[in-house]
């Protein structure tokens, strides 16, 4: 009897952990963000403040474009850094230029990537004492044109030392220079993991923004003068368009930039530590439910000698509370520890955070020890009441009754709720707007989800049986009892597979999603381009090629036709929009906005095109006449044009170089696209580019197929992220599965003692239990893989119609999740069978 | 393929009138002071074809003689026999391979499996050698328990006296050459309890089956051939075709 009471404890013990172990993850990932989070920002304040601190005003342009990807500010005259030097209180006041610089490395390739990491920034090397967020740790300021100062963090990736030469790429094109000195900012190699390079005034000028244009002026004041004092007093000389912050001001929203910079980062985290507590949530309702019917009679025993209700209520969620607070205590600690691991990934992701302590705010510790708890507590609530309604007659019952028919009620209602989430998915597809879309498939699916919970037990015995077949089939006589297990007690399944079932469909929602969007992209790629070349500069908006590249291309004999794209941001219509730059003249030829009404030719001086979702969302029309301000601030009056099809292209607007090319900040070509000449062969027309293209590190030359591959690219970044965090899920999920089979082993020690005694051999009961699990597991990932892909279904078709051509099944990737739930479900079940074949017989039949 | 192992087994042992036999047995529990001795050096023959009862006052050691000849408990020293397969030398898979082939097992408790069939629990042994049932056998043993309106009944569907039924129809139903049986009639009325032990007698004297009995009750008792008495952990009498009156009065002298 010893023995049985000892296995009892440990099997609690286990399962404790299990029930955990989902919370565990959940509060460490929440705390974990939030403790990175505090501490990022904790250090970058003090960082700015520091290197802003000589910096007592900030003048700039007034005038900004922003749009999803970029903020774009007008420049100053340089006659500001006369007026403002000129006001009372101002003790110095220097220009300032920062802007697109990639430095080619000692290996001939670009360092850092602006797409994908941290910004690649050009400037001017400070000159004024106090202004200089950067110090020089070797070598001496730049004084010729072709020097410049590079980051130590830069030097060391590029290999580059003082006295070397290298390329630097600017808007202005490649450009040869002299590596004269290397310097810190503050005590960091780099600002935030971005590289700088600074040059004279004149040359940054010249390379980085366009001569006689500034970015802003910086100016410090007299001794005596404060911050605002000395902006009240620059702003009367100011002339209109140019504004003065002080320099906190100007700290603020460098703070604010890097804390956005940040919040790709912790969305993400915060998303996953949701993930992990709804998963976890599951978990835990499914643990306590197993724990109460364990103790049925004990409960009932407890009834019958006099416990009331609320007695035995109050009993079951003070254990849950309990639990959960032990959780989230372990969570909390294990999340410090995380965000240690993640400034450690961050890093190495070249986002460079300085040095210090680690920020625990009161905050934290409360919002991770009350959603972990309160989880816990919901999660417990059901079990708990039906714990409390155990009728005191049970304590004399021989064993836990089964309910083995689903009640008619619960069919009903799970078949509403069925109907009223599947009706609001669908009705998703006929919204008006996306907005309005997500919004019904959201509810909706939030519906079906409890309609799966709701229903799950209705649906376990039939699927289960169904699954269990092939085995019976192959396995004989365990087979049959395989079958029978899975059956026996649909409720438990259910409740075993739904966390399971919960992470499947997020891992299919995304996979379908993630999948439709490839093939999306590559079907847009392949209808408007009709080119046989990409020249890809990597860049976004954000430098390019200078336009003598796209010259030299259209000079080789290979290449019949070439024309370039451009992306910008200007405002229209009072609302800053991003913005496609196409030449009107050598366009058409090579791609196909699949343009409605108008031509792509007519995008003139004062004209601009429309895609055809905003021109029918706004009633635009050919001749509809829009105000619009450019990069520069010139504003004027643009006639539509054009309405084309091909959004996923070119995006919402597009506008005619000739129109662009007067008033923007930067004329770089973001990507060349080409003809080749008729019998040129695509190998050779391709070599001939790249010889071009040597001249102009960062081009990438693609032929088209590899362009639409590489378009989409970025989606498979993603998705292993994603995959990453959902695998952790599946794990808290796979614990609930090893819970319940613990559990059903030790319900079943003497029937499973009698299987024994009878001749079932080891092997075989281990493989009975493994196989439940696998029905079990497979049972969940069949429920999540449905539902993700109907939810998918409805967000490609519906919310997601503007931006999808096509729908897409990611077969094998469904068929691999399923594989490795049923072998998940395996491992699962390991223990259980283990502990299932390790079964004492004779205590097992209960004759001791 | 298990089949043919335990053939290999049989081969090399000895032949032997008894189907079961003990020499020496001893069984201690625990270690120390706190060491119980079980059983205590008992030797003892079960000759086939014979209805044998061990009877005792608790903690006689009855019950723990029974798992060890039935090769569910393991000696301390000694050595079991069965069917001329000495069990001490068999891995733990040989064993169970067996207690499939050669051992019979009714309990107190009836012990079915809840999700099979009155007919799948009694071809349960069969099943999980993966052999086919002989149907004209299946139906004898069938006859013989008087259960052919319930052989598609759930146990929860049957009444004690049923199932009890059901599990000597299994242990049966393999043929094996010894059946076990641990105080069959120990959950149920007076009535079931006279159909269960006319079945069993019937089992020995028209199938020829061999019977080990352990029980506490003089009825039982008394429809065995021949039995033996238990008292701490050694055999102290045995007693050839006894009678229920017999058997209370010899029990009476060892309880005292």
Known sequence: MRKVTFRNLSSNRRRLIGTVLGIVLGVAFLSGTMVLSDTITRTFNTLFADVNAGTDAWVRSSDTIEAQFQVVRARVDESLVQTVAGVDGVQAAEGQVMGFAQVVGKDGEPIGNPDMGAPTFGGNWSTVEGLNPFHLVQGRAPRAVEDVVLDKKTADDGKLSVGDRTTVLTEAGPIKVLVVGIAKFGDLDSPGGASFASFTLPAAQRYIAEPGKLDAVAAVADSGVSETDL??????????GVEAITGAELTKENQDDIQQGLSFFTVFLSAFAGIALLVATFSIYNTFSIIIAQRTRQ?????????????????????????????????????????????????????????????????????????????????????????????????????AIESTRPSKVRIVIGVLVTLAGAGLVVSSLSAKTATDALGAAGQGAVLLIIAT?????????????????????????????????????????????????IGVTVVALMSVFASSIK????????????????????????????????????????????????????????????????DPATGPGVFDLEVQQGSLAALGESAVGVSDTIAEEKGYRIGTTLPATFPDGFTTQLTIATIYGAQDVAGNWIIGQPAWNAHAVSNTDAIILLN????????????????????????????????????????????????????????????????????????????????????MTRGQLRSTVRWEAVVIAVFGAIGGLGLGVFLAWALVKGAGKGGFTTFQLPIGTLIIVLVIAGIAGLLAGVRAASRAAKLDILTAVGSN | MTARSLTRVTASAPASTAVAIARHAVKIYGTGDTAVRALDDVSVEFPAGRYSAIMGPSGSGKSTLMHCLAGLDSLTSGEVLIDGVELGTLKDKDLTILRRERIGFVFQAYNLVPTLTAEENIVLPLGLAGEKADQAWVDEVVKTVHLGDRLTHRPSELS???????????????????????????????????????????????????????????????YADHVLFLADGKIVDEMPQPTAAK?????????A
């Open chain 2, 160 to 222: 004690g006296g049923q199932q009890q039924r059901v599990a000597v129809a299994r242990a049966l139903v393999s043929k094996p050459a010894i059946i076990f049986a641990d105080e069959p009639t120990g959950n149920l009325d007076s009535r079931a309890s006279e159909e269960i032990l006319e079945f069993l007698q019937r089992a020995v004297r028209d199938l020829g089956q061999t019977i080990v009995m352990v029980t506490h009750e003089p009825v039982a008792a008394g």
């Open chain 1, 299 to 399: 409960m009932a025993l407890l009834r019958a000698l006099g416990a009331s209700r609320s007695q035995v209520l109050r009993s079951v969620l003070l254990e849950a509370v309990a639990t959960g607070l032990l959780a989230s205590v372990i969570g909390l600690v294990v999340g410090i520890g995380l965000a240690g691991v993640l400034k450690g990934l961050l890093s190495a992701f070249g986002f460079d955070i300085p040095a210090g302590g680690t920020v625990l705010k009161p905050d934290t510790v409360i919002t991770a020890l009350l959603v972990g708890v309160l989880v816990t507590l919901v999660a417990s609530l059901a079990p708990a009441v039906k714990a409390s309604r155990i009728a005191p007659i049970a304590a004399l019952r021989e064993a």
């Open chain 1, 519 to 582: 093939a999306s992209v590559a079907d847009q790629v392949n209808r408007s381009f009709g080119g046989d070349l990409v020249v890809d500069s990597g860049t976004f908006g954000v430098g390019g090629f200078n336009p003598t590249f796209i010259e030299q291309v259209r000079a080789l004999p290979e290449v019949e036709t070439a024309t370039s794209l451009r992306f910008g941001v200007m405002r229209i219509a009072d609302d800053d929009k991003s913005i496609s730059v196409v």
């Open chain 1, 676 to 759: 080749l000449r008729n019998g040129v062969s695509l190998q050779d027309g391709k070599a001939a580019v790249i010889r071009v293209a040597a001249d102009y590190p960062g081009a990438k030359v693609q032929d088209r197929d590899a362009f639409a591959e590489e378009a989409a690219g970025f989606v498979n970044q993603l998705l292993a992220l994603v995959y990453v965090m959902l695998t952790l899920a599946i794990l808290i999920a796979l614990f609930g599965i090893a819970n319940t089979l613990s559990l059903s082993v030790h319900e079943r020690t003497r029937e499973l003692g009698l299987l024994r005694a009878v001749g």
């Open chain 1, 453 to 501: 919970l709701i229903l799950g037990p209705v649906m376990a015995r039939p699927i289960a049986g169904l699954l269990a077949l092939p085995i019976q089939r192959a396995r004989g006589f365990t087979g049959r009892l395989v079958r029978e297990n899975a059956m026996r007690n649909p409720r438990r399944t259910s409740g075993a597979a739904a966390a399971l079932l």
């Open chain 2, 247 to 255: 058997v209370l009065d010899r029990m009476k002298s060892l309880e």
């Open chain 1, 231 to 240: 902006v009240s007093r620059i702003e009367r000389a100011l002339p209109t």
